[in-house]
């Protein structure tokens, strides 16, 4: 009796936490990406994307005010006074500093030597102190402050920060080499079309496959489903060989049409699994009525079979979407004018690959599209996955 159908299984409790666990780690690096998207680099170099709203503790090096430009003369000792933040271009007045110095020192070696408010003996009488605010007071003779500004290492404390810096660089700034909008708008004019093409082809396909007889129909589903099995990666040569031959190779067309070939099988062999187990009596009544093939096509089936659309366009947006290979194949182009955010954020990785925070925001404005598909359309997702499995 412990084996009937329909009974509670005692090990429920796993399925939940195994779904539990998958979904958490899907959602922690997204949410590492959102985060970090909106940090400044100072920020993201000194603590992880969880603690972006709590203070964070950071190292930094500044210099002072040149003296040759800053030092006045006071009883004869000269002496040079701003703030460490506003000199290195952070803060535009004194008001403006946020961050609060726990340590401070003139020494790599020694980088905390200092507390704030401690003046420091830099020798033969020079001096210099100070604040936690980062006010610093620096003294000594005509000779002792000369050249280069002080460098004075600090150890601050800063309150949590965030911007929209980022999402302006890499969207909206036209002097930026590395700003992602074009990138954008080249992927949708790869995606777009790459969704539509073999959903039409592979819905008429289908319709024949599932309800109209001819000879070869049978061979013609088992290549379908031989093809699904076909590695991408070994088409990939001689269809850029044919493409260049042909004329439609390095462009727009040639990457739409090498989509729709990989993206074929599945999507013939989904909707024809799917318009195989829709009721007979239907098409029957149809034909009987006077309909023709393509009439029950337009009318009939596919607004049954639009589930199994929704599902399939899903995959292909995502696939194409992400897609790596194939843009870099068939989409071939020095000048940078065709360049798909999946080929712009690796160039990022080699030519930004210190500066996280473009990083992050390039990363999470590619999955944000995506993700808003996905969510739109995830109802029809498993009614097609589903679809010819019962009657």
């Keep these: 009796m412990d084996n009937i159908a329909g009974k509670k299984s005692g090990l429920t409790w796993a399925v939940h936490i195994s779904v539990a666990a998958l979904v958490l780690l899907w959602i922690f690096p997204t949410l590492g990406l959102l985060v970090s998207s909106f940090r400044t680099t100072d920020q993201i170099r000194s603590s992880g994307w969880w603690a972006a709203l709590f203070p964070a503790v950071q190292n930094e090096v500044f210099r002072t005010a040149d003296p040759g430009e800053f030092r006045v003369e006071r009883d004869g000792v000269f002496v040079v006074e701003g703030n460490l933040y506003v000199v290195a271009g952070r803060a535009d007045t004194d008001g403006d500093v ?135 990666q070994l088409a990939l040569i001689p269809l850029l060989t044919l493409h260049n031959d042909i004329g439609i190779g390095k462009g727009y067309l040639g990457v739409w049409l090498a989509h729709t070939g990989f993206g074929l099988p599945l999507a013939i062999y989904l909707l024809r699994n799917y318009m195989v187990g829709l009721p007979r009596e239907i098409i029957e009544c149809a034909k009987v009525d006077g309909a023709t093939d393509f009439q ?96």
């Design 296 to 391: 029950i096509f337009v009318k009939i089936i596919l607004p049954l079979s639009f589930p199994a659309l929704a599902s399939f366009a899903i995959f292909q947006f995502l696939w194409t979407w992400n897609d790596l290979l194939v843009a870099m194949v068939f989409l071939i182009d020095s000048s940078g004018e065709t360049t798909v955010m999946t080929r712009q954020i690796v160039e990022l990785l080699g030519t930004r690959g210190g500066d996280w925070e473009i990083l992050a925001t390039s990363a999470f404005v590619s999955i944000a599209v995506p993700l808003v598909v996905f969510f739109a359309m995830q109802r029809y997702l498993v009614r097609g996955l589903l679809a010819g499995s019962v009657k």
């Design 98 to 232: 946020a961050a609060v110095v726990q340590a401070w020192g003139t020494s790599s070696r020694a980088i905390g030597a200092y507390a704030p408010g401690e003046t420091a003996d830099l020798g033969d009488g020079e001096t210099m102190t100070v604040e936690a605010n980062g006010d610093y007071v620096w003294t000594g003779s005509d000779d002792q402050l000369s050249g280069r500004g002080q460098r004075v290492f600090v150890t601050a404390e800063s309150p949590p920060e965030f911007t929209f810096d980022n999402y302006q660089t890499v969207l909206f700034d036209p002097g930026n080499r590395e700003g992602m909008a074009k990138a954008f708008f080249n992927t949708l004019t790869v995606t777009i079309p790459a969704t539509i093409i073999p959903i039409l082809i592979a819905a008429f396909a289908a319709y024949a496959l599932a309800w109209m007889e001819f000879p070869g129909r049978a061979l013609l589903v088992a290549g379908v489903v031989a093809l699904l099995v076909v590695p991408l």
